[in-house]
């Protein structure tokens, strides 16, 4: 059964450091979403791209984060230099369409940890 | 703004006993309604979704939920759980035309003992 995957799945990094954390969607979906949970609060939703921009993003994305669909088939989140509130599991999910019945399959996850 | 409350923050069972979860959106327009559940070490799954249609809707492992409009309410209920269900379980919706953002309830972490 075809699934999300996401590498790494721990990463550690020192303030104020780049990270990028990678994604690879199922491969006929169209629509691509990055979450996040900060230990023990809710999922929140960071972005969702669709034919290689952004469709909506929260409050939460300010510019110190981007993401990219470099070659068609990866999907990454980038943060460019890390807070300490930027610690959190950071899920990557996909979809064939957007809004309707379309599920959303979600990857396992990055923990990221921001020392 | 737009939001899910789930009631119980933490669940405990014995086996074979029923369950029902609560969940809450608050808006007053289309909404698609999902269930996901996170056992421990796995990532989000799908345990359940609905569109249209029939108000009750079953999903995988016996677990079903119904949609009452008037109430803005899904909840999750299964007749009788078991050990493996232990998990975090997460209510979401999308809405409907808006670009397929999920809205997650804060989650219910659910024990059940042997």
């Known amino acids: 059964e075809p699934e999300v995957t996401q590498t790494p799945s721990h990463q550690v990094t020192q303030m104020g450091q780049e990270v990028i954390l990678r994604c690879v969607p199922i491969?006929?979906?169209?629509?691509f979403y990055w979450y996040r949970q900060i230990l023990g609060q809710k999922v929140e939703f960071l972005v969702s791209?669709?034919?290689?921009?952004?469709?909506?993003k929260s409050e939460i994305f300010d510019d110190q984060f981007s993401v990219e669909r470099p070659d068609g088939s990866n999907f990454t989140l980038k943060i460019r230099s890390t807070k300490l509130e930027d610690s959190a599991m950071y899920f990557c999910?996909?979809?064939?369409?957007?809004?309707?019945?379309?599920?959303?399959?979600f990857g396992p996850g990055t923990r990221l940890t921001v020392l | 703004a737009q939001s899910v409350s789930q009631h119980n923050h933490h669940v405990i069972l014995s086996e074979a006993a029923s369950l029902e979860l609560g969940c809450n959106y608050s808006y007053g327009g289309t909404v698609n309604l999902f269930w996901y559940v996170q056992y421990p070490g796995q990532h989000l799954q799908l345990l359940l979704k609905y569109f249209s249609g029939d108000p009750l809707v079953k999903g995988i492992k016996g677990f079903e939920a119904e949609f009452i409009k008037s109430k803005f309410s899904f909840n999750l209920r299964k007749p009788s759980v078991q050990w493996s269900d232990t998990a975090e379980y997460f209510c979401a919706v999308i809405l409907y035309n808006q670009g397929g953002k999920l809205i997650f309830g804060q989650g219910t972490e659910l024990s059940v003992k042997p």
């Open positions: 791209f669709y034919n290689n921009e952004i469709s909506e």
């Open positions: 999910a996909s979809s064939e369409n957007a809004g309707g019945p379309g599920e959303q399959f």
């Open positions: 491969s006929n979906h169209l629509y």
